[in-house]
């Protein structure tokens, strides 16, 4: 399974970037039988989760710092997963990555771990300026 997300950004605060990312070679599963997670690794902390969509598209789960700012979705017909943000903040400066896995529990949704997701993206870099 391979992931593709498309080159970084250079954003202003406060405004809006939508992340995107494409899956291709499915391991002999279809791409809706995958859970993808966003995660994002700012310079000299730990990578985080922060937001998570179930292979049906049922459950999401956000960070605490991403609540009410980041909306995830899926198109299952092009096998991409979106990350819109929304009034984006220095903060929000990192290298973010989407990741797949198989994952058998909503309690696993809600609790997104990396040890949860074999296949990482390369990573994109979001840079917001003041």
């Known amino acids: 399974l391979q992931l593709v997300e498309p080159g970084g950004a250079f954003v202003e605060r406060g405004e809006s970037l939508t992340l995107s990312c494409t899956a291709s070679?499915?391991?002999?599963?279809?791409?809706?039988?995958?859970?993808i997670g966003w995660f994002r690794q700012a310079p000299g902390r730990e990578r985080e989760p922060i937001s998570c969509?179930?292979?049906?598209?049922?459950?999401?789960y956000y960070g605490d710092s991403t609540k009410g700012w980041f909306t995830i979705s899926r198109d299952d017909a092009k096998n991409t997963v979106y990350l819109q943000m929304d009034n984006l903040g220095i903060a929000d400066t990192a290298i973010y990555y989407c990741?797949?896995?198989?994952?058998?529990?909503?309690?696993?949704?809600?609790?997104?771990?990396?040890?949860?997701?074999?296949?990482w993206g390369q990573g994109t870099q979001v840079t917001v300026s003041s």
């Open positions: 969509i179930s292979h049906n598209g049922r459950d999401t």
């Open positions: 070679g499915f391991d002999g599963l279809g791409f809706d039988a995958w859970t």
């Open positions: 990741a797949a896995g198989i994952l058998t529990s909503t309690l696993q949704v809600m609790y997104p771990t990396t040890r949860d997701f074999p296949h």
